[in-house]
């Protein structure tokens, strides 16, 4: 069964600080995984995709990871801001349909506090 | 910043009533799709549309139904709400590319 898991559920952290996001896929066969944010309220927005040949790739604060051996990502973002606080979701999509059927994490909440 | 619309933001109906959800794209995609996402869980695709003439069930059974007359236009229609279509229903278009999708602001559905 195609999934796509993330941790941890949510996270606190102070502006300013650094802190790692991490997404285990069982999809198969692969295409591109992508994080994308979402602020409350508002649908995601893409931060990265990376393909299957990509192991990294860097968005502003944002730094995405690839792994498709272990088969797992992480997203880091540097020095946070408030305007960091947002559910991140890891989305992956596989070659197996012409759809391009997206697999949804459930998502990490974080907050940032002053 | 993608040229998706949804409307409307936010809607709170009695049981019983037929709604809309509209969703526009100006971007000239073909795909578009609806997902249904309730708090902290994942998105569900409940449909998704290759063009025009073109819609299809995903992998949420829904009672909602959609259509595909222009392709910049997919609204989804709910016949008769219940309280158990409360939810945020988002809509998505992505181009042939590397299906890249776009989403929409998200509608917030309150049955009561």
């Known amino acids: 069964k195609n999934q796509v898991e993330q941790s941890p559920q949510s996270l606190i952290i102070l502006e300013g600080k650094n802190c790692t996001l991490q997404?285990?896929?069982?999809?198969?066969?692969?295409?591109?995984l992508r994080w994308y944010k979402q602020d409350t309220g508002r649908g995601p927005v893409s931060l990265t995709i990376?393909?299957?040949?990509?192991n990294t790739k860097s968005n502003g604060r944002y730094t995405a990871t690839l792994d498709a051996d272990t088969k797992q990502s992480s997203l880091h973002i540097t020095a946070s801001q408030l305007s960091d606080s947002a559910s991140y979701i890891c989305?992956?999509?596989?070659?197996?349909?012409?759809?391009?059927?997206?697999?949804f994490g459930r998502g990490t909440q974080l907050t940032v506090w002053p | 910043e993608a040229d998706i619309y949804q409307t409307p933001r936010y809607l709170v109906i009695g049981t019983g009533k037929k709604i809309t959800l509209e969703c526009s794209q100006t971007?000239?995609?073909?795909?578009m799709y609806w997902y249904q996402q309730d708090p902290g869980m994942e998105l569900h695709l409940i449909h998704y549309?290759?063009?025009?003439?073109?819609?299809e069930k995903g992998d949420l059974s829904s009672e909602s139904t959609v259509s595909r007359i222009r392709t910049e236009h997919f609204p989804l229609t709910l016949e008769s709400a219940r309280p158990s279509h409360t939810s945020q229903y988002l809509c998505?278009?992505?181009?042939?590319?590397?299906?890249?999708?776009?989403f929409g602001p998200g509608t917030r559905l309150t049955v009561t």
């Open positions: 998505a278009s992505s181009d042939r590319g590397i299906h890249e999708q776009y």
């Open positions: 997404c285990n896929y069982t999809v198969s066969p692969f295409s591109n």
């Open positions: 990376m393909t299957f040949s990509e």
């Open positions: 989305v992956v999509s596989d070659r197996g349909s012409t759809l391009g059927r997206l697999y």
């Open positions: 971007m000239g995609h073909d795909k």
């Open positions: 549309s290759y063009g025009v003439n073109s819609t």
